[in-house]
């Protein structure tokens, strides 16, 4: 039997912490686009479609990337991906100072960003979270994935300030430098395993031994679990409706807000620091819709989230004026409360309907969510060039909270439990061992 150190502080603490840094960081590089636009238009004069278009690559690739992250991160381990993703990011940001034709903004913004974010999606928190706890494990994956909100929350004033008052320049070096920052502590601190260290995972019990590792695995049960998954009704609703949820989220409000609030003589400082506070929010109500996702039926949490979202973008045209007024104030309330308040209840839908393959499942869930989040912000900017305003995009996005409503409703859940489902066997004479999948995958 294999034995370990034991430590008064648990190292897996100071992996958390900086694993929550990275993501803090990964969603302020996500956000950061939308304080930009103003001022690349003022300078550069691109129309907000190629504007949009960068931000659709950096969205597409963040989700199509997050799926297969798992198997960068079984190949060549959790510190050199992450390390590699904030190098990456720096690149993206740091190489846009250099901008002078459109197709760099692209590659830049883009391409480049888009891949490094990717990388340290939901998968990253989820890997942590399975690889180091045995015990808190729930809540060391809440507190992670609050990271999002909270690097919209720090990122965006401070970049939006900067561009307003320093020039867009300074701004993108800010977010280059903070990804590079963090290189070296990720470095330092982040190991692949807790047997890395000298130690079992947080919680462990005394007879814990490490699993067995099967090199590749992670992209074969990733692609075995969509396989599965088309061919099932449950799926392309849910899909849809998180596309949905994606396109007026991230795609519309996350990216749009920002210059649509310009448009009616907000200053961006203000408008960012409206969208940040969507970010404080949204925390809230993710931890008040897991609480409820316990209670009630996801299905019917999922179509009050939609209709409520759905009303706030019929009316939020209305809203927009030059100063901020109650109503906008509620509106940025509701609107944070429903933010990713989806999750919980989408996340165990997937579960239960998929069973063991619920969280590979929900990782191309969450991809749909990023396509429908990149077709958005490509479309809202196309209507703001076509009509020269952002109102259709918002009644647009309304339309669709309510398909998402009605796909929510026809989600046929299990009458019985069934059993967790196992993926396709390793093939026999493969030379490969079957291991039990973890709690999240994805």
């Not at 942590?128 to 990271?147: C, K, Q, S």
């Not at 561009?163 to 320049?169: F, I, Q, V, Y």
Request: with cysteine.
């Amino acid at each position: 039997m294999t034995s370990f150190k034991k430590v008064r502080l648990h190292p897996a603490w100071a992996v958390a912490a900086v694993v929550f840094l990275a993501l803090i960081g990964a969603a302020g590089f996500r956000a950061a686009p939308g304080a930009l636009m103003v001022p690349l238009h003022d300078e550069f004069g691109w129309s907000t479609s190629v504007m949009s278009l960068a931000v659709s690559i950096n969205l597409l690739l963040f989700g199509l990337t997050a799926p297969f992250a798992a198997a960068l991160m079984d190949r060549f381990g959790v510190r050199r991906v992450v390390a590699a993703a904030l190098a990456l990011v720096a690149l993206g940001a740091g190489g846009s100072v250099f901008m002078t034709a459109s197709w760099q903004l692209l590659l830049c913004w883009g391409v480049l960003i888009g891949l490094g974010t990717g990388s340290m999606a939901l998968v990253l928190a989820a890997t942590v979270a399975n690889r180091w706890f045995e015990h808190r494990r729930g809540l060391v994956m809440g507190i992670l994935t609050a990271g999002s909100a909270t690097g919209q929350l720090i990122f965006l004033p401070v970049v939006a300030a900067l561009a307003d008052h320093a020039g867009w320049r300074p701004a993108s070096l800010v977010v280059a430098a903070a990804a590079l920052v963090v290189v070296p502590v990720v470095w330092l601190v982040v190991r692949d395993h807790p047997e890395d260290r000298g130690v079992a995972p947080y919680g462990a019990p005394a007879d814990w031994t490490p699993p067995l590792r099967v090199a590749g695995g992670a992209t074969r049960r990733a692609l075995e679990g969509l396989g599965y998954a088309v061919r099932q009704q449950a799926f392309w609703a849910l899909a849809i409706a998180f596309a949905i949820c994606g396109a007026t989220t991230n795609g519309l409000i996350g990216i749009h807000f920002i210059p649509s609030a310009h448009d009616h003589g907000m200053s961006s400082t203000t408008a960012a620091g409206l969208l940040a506070a969507v970010g404080v929010f949204d925390i809230v109500g993710t931890i008040a819709s897991g609480w409820l996702t316990d209670k009630v039926d996801p299905r019917l949490l999922l179509v009050a989230y939609y209709l409520f979202r759905g009303v706030g973008l019929l009316l939020l045209p209305s809203l927009l004026a030059a100063t901020v007024h109650p109503s906008m104030v509620l509106f940025i309330v509701i609107y944070g409360l429903d933010w990713v308040a989806t999750v919980p209840p989408t996340a165990t839908l997937c579960r239960e309907i998929f069973g063991e393959r619920g969280t590979i499942v929900f990782g191309w869930v969450f991809a749909a969510h990023q396509l429908g989040a990149a077709a958005a912000a490509l479309g809202a900017g196309v209507i703001r060039d076509s009509f020269g305003t952002y109102t259709y995009a918002w009644w647009a996005g309304a339309g669709l909270c309510a398909i998402a409503a009605v796909l929510s409703v026809v989600v046929v859940r299990p009458t019985a439990p069934t059993g967790p489902t196992r993926p396709a066997a390793i093939e026999e004479g493969s030379g490969e061992q079957a291991t039990p999948l973890p709690d999240a995958v994805l």
